[in-house]
């Protein structure tokens, strides 16, 4: 069992072998869910890339894709350029 002390601004170190066997890095993002009989677990939380806006004012109006249709958007793309450069 590990251990680990909260410091005077409620901040606690996570043992070294709990990061390692959560596979917890610098940056990462962990989260606390208390359960019904008191404990409470610890998950790390999946890395989420954020936009950092650029791209905002280009989509006003249009039509927003799902991850499907932008997937399909770029495959076509894709063979467009293939098929340009075999030519």
Known sequence: MSIATITSKHQITIPKDV???MNLHEGDQ???????SGKVVLHKRKSVQK?????VKY?????RLSIKEMKAAARAEAL?????RSS
Do not use: H, Q
Not at 30 to 36: G, L, N, S
Not at 51 to 55: H, K, N, Q, R, Y
Not at 59 to 63: A, E, N, Q
């Open 51 to 55: 936009s950092d806006g650029a791209a």
């Open 30 to 36: 962990v989260e606390f869910e208390p359960d019904p």
């Open 19 to 21: 990061r390692a066997r």
């Open 59 to 63: 989509l006003k109006g249009r039509k």
């Open 80 to 84: 467009k350029s293939f098929a340009t």
